[in-house]
């Protein structure tokens, strides 16, 4: 007789984050940085290579807007902080 795989059990977070998923982080287009400025921004707010923040550069700037990371709460506001931190326009949406 095979023994049975044993079944893995989920865990469940015991505080409120599993409630704070779904919300994003909203870049928004302006034309008062240059796309490096931007690409070197969402580096360090979203700690992605510079090919990648090139790319959200560019869907910013030629959509209006783009969704830079979606996440948790928390992490959408302090991604939102640091775009700000160089007056970039950023907004979290759930």
Known sequence: MVP???KKSIKQPTDS???GLGWKT???NCNCH???EVA???M???RCTYEKGMQLANVVHYTGSAV???GHRERCEAVASVLEDIGLIARVVQ
């Open 68 to 70: 830079v990371y979606s």
């Open 44 to 46: 360090k707010a979203i």
């Open 17 to 19: 984050t599993r409630s």
């Open 34 to 36: 240059t796309f490096q």
């Open 4 to 6: 049975m795989a044993e």
């Open 40 to 42: 070197i921004q969402l």
């Open 26 to 28: 909203v870049l928004f």
